[in-house]
Nanobody
Framework: QVQLVESGGGLVQAGDSLRLSCAASVVTFRAYDMAWYRQAPGKEREFVARIRPNGFSTYNADSVKGRFTISRDNAKNTVTLHMNSLKPEDTAIYYC?????????WGQGTQVTVSS
């Protein structure tokens, strides 16, 4: 079982930056693919960014390319989403995800609201 706790959400203005963190309580953290997803009101949850266990391979959704960066610290069991040039359409609940083979674990989510 993996427990994920997100933090760092809040209310910001368009163009601002924000950093989301996810702390994982699992001994084998370095074996997991880690990702961020988001869900806006009335919409389905969507992929934002993923980072492989090695910390070097990352993948971003087209909507956030050039603005968001995902990173991880395997020594601290954390994954971070650095968000720059935020837009009102980035408003959503952001969820941390841990994936290993057929298992997926989710955090409780953190709210990000971007005002125009």
């Amino acid at each position: 079982q993996v427990q994920l706790v997100e933090s760092g959400g809040g209310l910001v203005q368009a163009g601002d930056s924000l950093r989301l963190s996810c702390a994982a309580s699992v001994v084998t953290f370095r074996a997991y693919d880690m990702a961020w997803y988001r869900q806006a009101p009335g919409k389905e949850r969507e992929f934002v960014a993923r980072i492989r266990p090695n910390g070097f391979s990352t993948y971003n959704a087209d909507s956030v390319k050039g603005r968001f960066t995902i990173s991880r610290d395997n020594a601290k069991n954390t994954v971070t989403l650095h968000m720059n040039s935020l837009k009102p359409e980035d408003t959503a609940i952001y969820y941390c995800n841990a994936h290993f083979y057929n298992d997926d674990f989710w955090g409780q989510g953190t709210q990000v609201t971007v005002s125009s």
